[in-house]
């Protein structure tokens, strides 16, 4: 791209240059040499004016429009005026876009140093709310366990003695409803973990076909109440380096959610892995309502549940998604979800062979 400096000295460098070759030609071919002579000398003067002003045009016009696109440019790269620039100019115009770039120039500069402010004090509110409700998740948590252990004690009937079956079906209930609680609690203290960066993971080596094994072992009454199909499909002899009680979780979320989507009698879900260069890919398929493609990257945002009267009539906080996203990326893969409205849907993750460093700390806590 041309500079105006280079175009102002390229026409009027080719101007001088006709103006002075006509004076010559003139002065060749006149027949009169004294009239000649005095349009060469003209023409000499007129080109070397013209030089002459375009240097001044240059000094006065080219220069300042430069500094000032060289300020603008400094500014749209680091959104920070280098001091008052004074430009020097007789031009008018000139003169005032440079004033006036100035003057927006200092009010970004403030506006921006305001919003940095306001998004730095955001962020320390927003580390001590989340600190805050961790705290009181954790305070809600001490009760429950003496209320889950004077329920158990209850519904054995041998400190307290018997119930009758009035009594029963309420401490069962309260059973229940503790034992959701508990879930919901844990599911909250993970979440803000995740969010502060807190949630440590271990590294051991698995077997994969152990873990799957470990896996439908759990959840086969699960299934087998509802009558529905658990089977698994895997490649042999896979194993990682990773955190397996985590693993487990983000499993027990997908096939909680598979089970409770699918229809009794003809539901189906199939758990797997395979094996996929430096990662493992693992699956949880199931033949349930589907999932519409526009709700596909909302699900796994935290308390997103899809509004339907399928979902409506599900307990469950929308957390488990969230959870599984979290655990997944702090393990170094990536999980993601293909699904067919009313024919099926699929879960994946992928999780790296061997750990990354970064993300994986070896701790004994959890
Ligand atoms: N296998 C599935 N089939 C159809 N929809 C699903 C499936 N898994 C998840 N969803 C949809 O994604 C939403 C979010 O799932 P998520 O597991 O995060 O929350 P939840 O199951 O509603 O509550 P929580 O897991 O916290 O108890 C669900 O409410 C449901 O609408
Ligand atoms: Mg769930």
Known sequence: MLSIKHTLFLVSGVSSFIIFYMGLVNFVTSVDESTGLILLIFSIFVAVGTLLGTVYISKSITKPIEKLAQSMTEFSKTNKMSGKNQIKTNVKEIFELNENFQTMGEKVEKTIGVQNEYVAKLKVMDRKKVEFSSMVSHELKTPLVPILGYVQMLQKEDLFGKLNEQQRQA??????????????????????????????????????????????????????????SLSMNFDESLHIFSDKGRINQVFSNLIKNSIEFV??????????????????????????????????????????????????????????????????????????????KNVQTTFFFKIPKKPIKLLVKKSSKK
């Not at 229940?176 to 440590?200: C, R």
């Not at 189906?268 to 260069?277: H, L």
């Not at 199931?286 to 009539?313: C, H, L, M, V, W």
Request: glycine residues 10%.
């Open 171 to 228: 401490v069962n209930e309260i059973h229940s409803s503790t034992i959701k609680l508990e879930t919901l609690v844990g599911d909250i203290l993970t979440t803000q973990k995740l969010d502060l960066g807190k949630l440590v993971f271990n590294e051991e080596y698995i077997n994969v076909s152990e873990l799957l094994h470990e896996i439908i072992m759990d959840f086969n009454p699960m299934a087998d109440e509802k009558g529905i």
């Open 263 to 340: 229809s009794p009698n003809t539901g189906n879900v199939i758990i797997g892995a395979k094996d996929d260069v430096d990662c493992v890919e693992f699956f949880v398929e199931d033949n349930g309502p589907g999932i519409a493609i526009e709700n596909q990257q909302e699900i796994f945002k935290k308390f997103y549940q899809i509004d339907t009267s399928t979902s409506r009539k599900r307990s469950g906080s929308g957390l488990g998604l969230a959870i599984c996203k979290g655990i997944i990326d702090g393990l170094g893969g990536k999980i993601w979800v293909r699904s067919e």
